[in-house]
DNA sequence: TAGATTGTTAATCGATTAACAATC
DNA sequence: TAGATTGTTAATCGATTAACAATC
């Protein structure tokens, strides 16, 4: 692994893609792929790829191609992904729930391990096996269960008290659903899930009626 | 609206964020913003926000800024958003169902007038006043009802297959949320709403440990 | 008029792609 | 050995930012 260099944030979004197309091969006992391989399933260049992944070492055989296993297995620890990381959500509406759900499908590295909400007509339900906490245990829980991210699924006028609410609590990183822009100190790192933008901007791209 | 130059995705990405927080701003009276203003509330260079709203037309002031109201109105025409757009959606599940929830929010332009979903336990139920169609009445039902855009919000094994339906049923566009790539005919625009990959590479972030 | 702010050009920065020696 | 494919450098392409004349 080449530290010093600094990786771009558009190198870091394509390795889970990366990764998801190489657990779908191992399960199909692929054993190698080459980046010719990836870039046509994935629609991504060739050279990019390898580029990519050479940022973080020599994963691949000359003439060969890459190790479907071994590849994998790095990726995952570049990700981080090969120690379990807890993650708490607030807001068990409908997306939510949804994203509850997601549990099964992401293994044991990263889980949603608690989750929240404030009206009383959800706290003491529970989503799947997670009761649902009122805000006032955030703080407590978060430290207990060593929870680094926090996912809001709040409605958008809420979002900035939830994520307030996170840091002091002590996570380390937040993923925002709710559209809208939210501040949170720059040791902190914040993805926006924001499907409104996608959903917007693809209408831009629709034949002039 | 000089046409001629093509617009790039990003640009086109920022258009409904700017649209929005004009909104909030018309919603709090202010009549008049300046690049300034809004880089600052959105994490954006004020020279990046002028030279987006210039590919589009002259629509500020010098030495006064952009008048809320109308910038509003010019960036709704860009995005389309000024006519209704019908949007189809498959997948009833709780991730179809928090989508639904949005159609009060988008007042009366993106409306999602159509759910569908192949599971006997769906089909015939109501989502807020949609009720479920079975996957046989796609094709008419788009037809019918003038839909411009499919949303996918089935699981991954299944979103290829829903894509193919669209594509033959008519649509321009699809949004798809299942964590999976989809192919689809050059002439169709397909944004991914991928929460895994934010999730995934906001791992990477995080501080070893 | 003086101050503010646009629209736009030029400069910078960063990301993608092509090309190819190295080598399995 | 011949063919395939990596890792990496150099070239290209595109997006962001700085700077400033124009002007409200």
New binding site residues.
């Given amino acids: 692994m080449k530290s010093s260099v600094k990786i771009?944030?558009?190198?870091v979004r394509r390795l889970p893609v990366y990764l998801r197309f190489l657990n779908e091969l191992n399960m199909r006992n692929v054993q190698t792929?080459?980046?010719?391989d990836l870039g046509l399933k994935l629609d991504?260049?060739?050279?990019?790829i390898?580029?990519d992944?050479?940022y973080f070492g020599?994963?691949?055989?000359?003439?060969?191609?890459?190790d479907v296993k071994y590849l994998i297995e790095k990726i995952r620890q570049i990700l981080k992904l090969d120690q379990q990381i807890n993650v708490a959500l607030v807001g068990a509406g409908n997306l939510g729930h949804a994203l509850c759900n997601y549990n099964a499908y992401f293994k044991d590295n990263m889980k949603i391990t608690a989750v929240f909400d404030n009206h009383p007509s959800k706290v003491g339900t529970m989503i799947n096996n997670l009761s649902v906490h009122p805000m006032s245990e955030l703080a407590r829980i978060v430290q207990e269960e060593q929870i680094r991210i926090g996912i809001i699924t709040v409605p958008a006028p809420e979002a900035q008290h939830v994520a307030n609410q996170f840091v002091e609590a002590g996570v380390e990183a937040i993923l925002n659903f709710a559209p809208t822009i939210i501040k949170v100190p720059n040791e902190l790192r914040v993805h926006h899930a924001d499907f409104t933008i996608e959903l917007f901007s693809l209408a831009y791209y629709l034949e002039e009626k």
Avoid: C, H, T, W
Wanted: charged share 25%.
């Fill in positions: 771009s944030d558009a190198v792929v080459s980046s010719q991504l260049n060739p050279a990019q390898r580029k992944l050479a020599e994963f691949g055989k000359k003439g060969i191609g890459y």
